[in-house]
């Protein structure tokens, strides 16, 4: 009877055996694990922290970088802007035939959009406009002298 049911004392052995254990684990094993775990965790989020806080000093040193980089060629950019200005200022003080030939060619036109109804300002040497005052005041006199013949023709008549 022993040998027949022996099985059975080593199927109860061995649950005993691992509810043994089971206790074992639950009252003196699992506190220490807990805590190493936690501890485990606490290192995986700092690093994880760490890592996202580099990721963000590349990302701002990046942008820096990219922004220095902006300036520099916006400087540089100005230089060459300033040294054609400078360089077509001395050239159009030297020879201005070039800006007296844009004014004529904007007044023609100006004369062309307008229908011909426009009055153009002809630069002297010093850039000063000839101004049309002597010329409204003889076509007006002009004007005044037809018309006073006029009346006095038919006056006559």
């Known amino acids: 009877m022993n040998n027949e049911y022996a099985w059975v004392w080593w199927v109860v052995e061995g649950i005993g055996g691992i509810t043994f254990l089971l206790i074992v684990w639950g009252i003196l094993i699992e506190p220490?694990?807990?805590?190493?775990?936690?501890?485990?965790?606490?290192?995986?989020?700092?690093?994880?922290?760490?890592?996202?806080?580099?990721?963000?000093?590349?990302?701002?040193q990046s942008r820096l970088d990219a922004a220095e980089l902006n300036k520099k060629a916006a400087i540089i950019e100005a230089e060459a802007v300033a040294a054609q200005v400078r360089a077509i200022g001395t050239e159009l003080t030297q020879h201005d035939l070039y800006l007296k030939w844009q004014w004529i060619k904007m007044m023609e036109?100006?004369?062309?959009?307008?229908?011909?109804?426009?009055?153009?300002?002809?630069?002297?040497?010093?850039?000063?406009?000839?101004?049309?005052?002597?010329?409204?005041?003889?076509?007006?006199?002009?004007?005044?002298?037809?018309?006073?013949?006029?009346?006095?023709?038919?006056?006559?008549s």
Not at 43 to 48: E, G, I, N
Not at 50 to 57: G, V
Not at 113 to 131: D, K, M
């Open 109 to 156: 036109d100006c004369h062309n959009e307008s229908g011909g109804a426009t009055t153009i300002y002809v630069p002297t040497e010093a850039n000063i406009p000839v101004l049309e005052a002597t010329r409204m005041d003889s076509e007006r006199n002009r004007l005044i002298n037809r018309l006073q013949k006029r009346i006095e023709e038919e006056k006559k």
């Open 32 to 60: 220490f694990w807990n805590v190493w775990a936690s501890h485990k965790q606490g290192q995986a989020d700092l690093q994880r922290a760490k890592n996202e806080q580099q990721i963000q000093i590349a990302e701002a």
